[in-house]
């Protein structure tokens, strides 16, 4: 099983998976450098550059990467394709694409520590089902729930006392399931309890 390293910096999941996969191929492969410049431009959310990028590489890469994007960060990949379906090959990057500033935010995701590496990681084959969100809205997320909102410099939740805060702000708040508020919160706590139970490596969860 794959793992990729926690970092702290806004990346998306995509982002994180196609730098792991560059850097298990390694340096010596011919598409080490398309994926590590892929992986760049879409942190950066250089969405123009980007789908030039892999409109230029070989077939395999190129898929590769539409893939990923595809699966890890289908907003972003919605915006460079549109709603076009089908063979990744045959597609065509939309016209309107623009380079951007990087993208602030952060997406909710499940950790385990890989304690001979002493590093954060996730697996490769974790999808997340929360929408990506603003550093704004994921620390007033936190500080409703009584967590520390400073999840930018802060290591990962663990996972129980993350469901056990969600779970107390809804018994305390049933009066206001009707709110988005609460919803939200619902929403979390049934992402956290769909990662326990179908990633028991998974010990906990951090917005990143």
Request: aromatic share 12%.
């Amino acid at each position: 099983m794959r793992f990729h390293e926690f970092k702290a910096d806004g990346s998306t999941l995509a982002v994180r998976t196609i730098n792991r996969y560059a850097d298990e191929i390694g340096k010596d492969s011919m598409d080490y450098d398309m994926f590590k410049k892929s992986a760049e431009l879409l942190d950066k959310q250089m969405l123009a550059s980007l789908a030039k990028h892999i409109n230029d590489a070989d077939t395999s890469p190129r898929e590769y990467v539409m893939k990923v994007i595809a699966k890890r960060d289908p907003d972003t990949f919605k915006k460079m394709y549109g709603d076009q379906d089908g063979y990744f090959s045959l597609m065509k990057p939309r016209k309107d694409l623009t380079d951007s500033e990087i993208r602030e935010g952060a997406t909710f995701t499940g950790y385990y520590k890989d304690e001979q590496r002493d590093v954060w990681t996730f697996p490769d084959e974790m999808e997340t089902k929360t929408p990506h969100r603003s550093n704004f809205a994921a620390r007033e997320f936190l500080s409703r729930i009584g967590l520390d909102p400073n999840f930018e410099d802060n290591a990962p939740i663990p996972l129980d006392q993350f469901i056990k805060a969600t779970r107390a702000y809804m018994e305390k708040n049933v009066a206001d399931k009707d709110t988005n508020e609460y919803d939200e919160v619902e929403m979390y706590d049934q992402e956290a309890l769909r990662m326990k139970a179908n990633h028991k490596e998974i010990t906990h969860v951090q917005f990143a």
